[in-house]
């Protein structure tokens, strides 16, 4: 029986960039480049050693195709912006790997959060869950390939998972030993942060109540911090930033991540499945507890207050049940107070960045990527 | 808002264990006690953690209860006979370091294998998605709280992953790069090893066939490798060992792993759910292809073909059709062409123990172990 091994040995296994095309190393759209190219290998050598030991390829594919489906490689751009931000020149090699593994690991979080919120639809296509039913129905019943499909995208997340780590290891592996003692740290807190931010989401899905300060906690774990602060912190820990520079990230990137997350709540809600990749209905579906209802429900008139809590989070929720939410929401003012919560934030962040010890360069594209991330329509 | 950060500096962070009781470190009591003390100190601080920055307990609390509740330990135990197969001397606290590693995995394992196999109990107490669901179902309708609960299962499996990496980086941080080097490519393919053997098994499930080949390429992936090779090698890679024990060591490793899980299958058909921790109909309620099914179809005649594919897999089997697959099985010597096949890999594996360059004492624990796992009743 072959062994699952890559071919390649370890010091080849690295798709590693080399100089990156401009003088300064900014060039984001040759970053995005570089973490494909990076994730494109690794996902067709394992690929390749499934194949090879005669095991199924199923999950590996998955994963290629849901990693080129789409997605913004908003924390592999900063990840490498953060490598940057601590003052790093020369080949960004180590940040990109870096950066892969984030991606690869926010592929695990999105396979497994479709299972648990039983979503059908990620990015345009059916949520790996829902293809990999597809790929088992022949000659089963409709409910045991759904079976098949909750227990492969669980395992494909896992396997994500830890694919990602595998990546991590290769960029740490050409650290100092005092870089990798700074830097795995800050992936164990991520990665434990966002479990917790979905725990939190989870249980408190269902039971929406008026309090800001708990979906304001929620949105702080599963986003904040995992899609902002943590990616920058990554990056500048491997180039050797200090704790002065992490803390001063993490004063720009928290509110930054709290608006990101606003916008995600707003655009799940008002947004059209064209340019979100998903249906506007099932978030209202779902019934999480957002900073938007919660507000709504502070806001609602007794009559608003019966409409929200008999249609929001209902699972068969319909399109003209879903229009009133949304009007009442409006109704409300919700929408137009998390529009605010957004600048608030936003205009909290932005000043810090001036003030932050970086490049100019730097600050100049993480500016563009703040504005991109809050002030987005998809 | 508090940051979720263990309060002891990386250093101080392991409960090292120091010396062995004995001179020569091979008190397996000791090995498995000082495994659980890291384990059990592991997960203290991250409830801790998890305290201090206002974070629900439930998932580490959750975790905790799951690796106390039982388990053989066998991987921690092989790691750190690997280490000393290897030669090594003095304090075993890498190797045990990463044997609660590979314990913390398992725990991860078992608890997304029993959301996946819809399994209720396990070492004798309710799943982790069970007991979740449990603490969800206050005001909550039942499906609801169960979806809670298969939610919050997946997430608490995802972070014993992530515990488990982070287990054994604290375990590779002491070791040469070189040695690190040997080691995380081996855990890299365990991990992957055992996940492709989930699917297999998955994907097999509720539709068995005659064919035992495929049988055994699911336990040798999602078992032999999984529970016997690696944790064996990755013990001895701590250690230095070169290519040659490796593969020494996998030579008795697999056909012992193949006989550990051919004896799992018949307890799990044949046992008591006093000895095994779970019911004896659960495994027949699944339907997995496992070799005694296998051999059952291929040596049944007509009628009791139409027995097995009647009764084997059916989700509601109840007791009376349970032993009649019992019957079945038994009948057509399935049973019995499993204990031979049993006895066949025991007899494979253990010559090879006496001619591995291995000190005198660890074969011994070897055999005793070996013997142990194959001629279990629980």
């Known amino acids: 029986m072959t062994v699952l091994r ?19 190393g900014l060039d984001l759209r040759w970053v995005r480049q570089q973490v494909d190219a990076v994730m494109n290998a690794f996902v067709d ?8 030991a005669g095991l199924p390829v199923d999950i590996p594919q998955a994963i290629g195709e849901f990693l080129a489906a789409g997605g913004k490689r908003i924390r592999p751009l900063l990840c490498v912006l953060g490598w940057h931000a601590a003052g ?4 960004p090699a180590q940040a990109v790997q870096a950066g892969a593994a984030l991606e690869m690991f926010h592929a695990f979080c ?21 293809s990999l039913a597809a790929r088992h129905r022949s000659g089963r019943s409709r409910a045991l390939a759904e079976n098949i499909g909750i227990g492969s995208a669980i395992l494909a997340g896992d396997l994500a998972l830890v694919w990602s780590d595998e990546l991590l290891h290769h960029a740490a592996t050409e650290l100092t030993a005092a870089r990798r003692e700074r830097v795995l740290p800050l992936v164990d807190l991520m990665r434990a942060e966002v479990m917790y931010g979905q725990y939190l989401d989870l249980t408190s899905t269902g039971r929406p109540t008026a309090h ?7 949105i702080r774990y599963k986003t ?6 943590r990616p920058l912190q990554i990056g500048a820990a491997i180039a050797g930033a200090d704790d002065q520079l992490l803390d001063a990230l993490s004063a720009f990137a928290l509110p930054l991540g709290d608006a990101f997350q606003l916008r995600d709540d707003l655009l799940g809600v008002f947004g059209t499945q064209k340019k979100t990749g998903k249906p ?37 929720l319909d399109e003209e049940g879903a229009a009133t939410v949304r009007t009442v929401l ?47 329509t998809a």
Chains 1, 2 share one sequence.
């Not at 050598?45 to 090879?52: D, F, V």
């Not at 790093?88 to 080949?91: D, R, T």
Request: cysteine-free; charged content about 25%.
């Open 212 to 218: 800001t300060a708990a979906a304001l906690e929620i």
């Open 110 to 130: 999105l396979i497994h959060d479709d299972v648990m919120d039983h979503s059908d639809t990620r990015r345009g296509q059916p949520a790996v869950h829902r």
């Open 280 to 316: 506007a209905v099932d978030d209202l579906r779902e019934g999480k507890h957002t900073v938007l209802i919660a507000l709504a429900l502070q806001l609602a008139d007794p009559f608003q207050q019966r409409l929200l809590r008999s249609l929001y989070g209902t699972p068969r």
């Open 88 to 91: 790093a020149s020369g080949s």
């Open 45 to 52: 050598r394992k690929k390749s050693a499934a194949t090879r």
């Open 6 to 24: 890559s071919s390649a040995p370890p010091t080849q296994r690295t798709a590693a960039p080399t100089s990156p095309p401009g003088q300064d």
């Open 224 to 229: 904040a911090k995992y899609t902002i602060e």
């Open 330 to 376: 409006k109704a409300t003012g919700a929408d137009q107070a998390v529009e605010q919560m957004i600048t608030n934030r936003y205009e909290q962040a932005l000043p810090l960045l001036d003030t932050l010890p970086i490049p100019t360069e730097v600050q100049h594209h993480l500016r563009a990527l703040a504005d991109q991330a809050v002030w987005r």
